[in-house]
C-alpha cells in the first residue's frame, strides 16, 4: 500500500494568517490526491480533487498543489469555520490510502 | 439533492452478525462506484472496499478482505456492508462514499453509521 504522511499532526494558527500543510506519498502518485476536511462529529467533505481542482462549493481561499509525491493544501487567509482536521488521500493505487490527519485548532 | 442516506446506529454483541445500509438518491446509482470507510474513535480513514452497482464489481482493501462483506441492490439504489461475526475491534463510525470513476475522490459521503460491539 502507498503510504501516506502529513505534517504537521496539529497547527494553532490565528484567524487570518496563511496555513499550508503538507503529504507526502510513499511513491509517484502523478496528480490523484484528494484532500477532505472532516468538522468534529460530522463525515468528511471533498475540498480539492487532482491535487488542485477545487471542488464545487468550496471556498476559493482553500487551494492545493504540487504532484508525484509531494502536495500541499492552502488555506490562504484562515476563518473561524475552518477549525477542523484535513486528510489527504491518494487514489492512483489501489487500496486507496489516507494521511494520518492535520488538526487545526484556532488560537 | 444527490445524497447517501445510512442506516441508524447498531449496539451488538461478540459473535453478533450485522447488516447496515447506504441508499443513494438524486443520482444514476449504478454508474458511480460506492465504497465504505471506517473511522474508529479519535482516529484517522480507512477505505475498506469499493463497488460498482452496474456489475457489482468489488474491490476490497486487503486489511479487509474476508472480514466483511459489501454487496448492492440496484432495484433499490442501496449498498451494504455485512459481518458475520463481530468482534470488539469493529467499533467504530463506517461512512458509505460515492466515487465518480474508477479512479476518483469521494464525493459525496453518507452521514455515517455508528457501530459499537460491546459484551
Known amino acids: 500500500d502507498i503510504q501516506m504522511t502529513q505534517s504537521p499532526s496539529t497547527l494553532s494558527p490565528s484567524v487570518g494568517d496563511r496555513v499550508t500543510i503538507t503529504c507526502r506519498a510513499s511513491e509517484s502518485i502523478d496528480n490523484w490526491l484528494a484532500w477532505y476536511q472532516q468538522k468534529p462529529g460530522k463525515a468528511p467533505n471533498l475540498l480539492i480533487y487532482k491535487a488542485s481542482s477545487l471542488e464545487s462549493g468550496v471556498p476559493s481561499r482553500f487551494s492545493g498543489g504540487g504532484s508525484g509525491t509531494d502536495f500541499t493544501l492552502t488555506i490562504s487567509s484562515l476563518q473561524p469555520d475552518d477549525c477542523a482536521t484535513y486528510y489527504c488521500?491518494?487514489?492512483?493505487?489501489?487500496?486507496?490510502?489516507f494521511g494520518q490527519g492535520t488538526r487545526i485548532e484556532i488560537k | 439533492e444527490v445524497r447517501l442516506v445510512q442506516s441508524g446506529a447498531e449496539v451488538k454483541k461478540p459473535g453478533d452478525s450485522l447488516k447496515i445500509s447506504c441508499q443513494g438518491s438524486g443520482y444514476t446509482f449504478t454508474t458511480f462506484w460506492v465504497g465504505w470507510v471506517r473511522q474508529k474513535p479519535g482516529k484517522g480513514l480507512e477505505l475498506m472496499g469499493i463497488?460498482?452497482?452496474?456489475?457489482?464489481?468489488?474491490r476490497y482493501s486487503p486489511s479487509f478482505q474476508g472480514q466483511v462483506t459489501m454487496s448492492v441492490d440496484k432495484s433499490v439504489t442501496a449498498a451494504y456492508l455485512q459481518w458475520s461475526s463481530l468482534k470488539a475491534s469493529d467499533t467504530a463510525m463506517y461512512y458509505c462514499?460515492?466515487?465518480?470513476?474508477?479512479?476518483?475522490?469521494?464525493?459525496?459521503w453518507g452521514q455515517g453509521t455508528l457501530v459499537i460491539v460491546s459484551s
Open positions: 488521500q491518494q487514489y492512483n493505487s489501489f487500496p486507496w490510502t
Open positions: 462514499v460515492r466515487q465518480g470513476d474508477e479512479y476518483d475522490a469521494f464525493d459525496i
Open positions: 463497488t460498482y452497482p452496474d456489475d457489482s464489481d468489488t
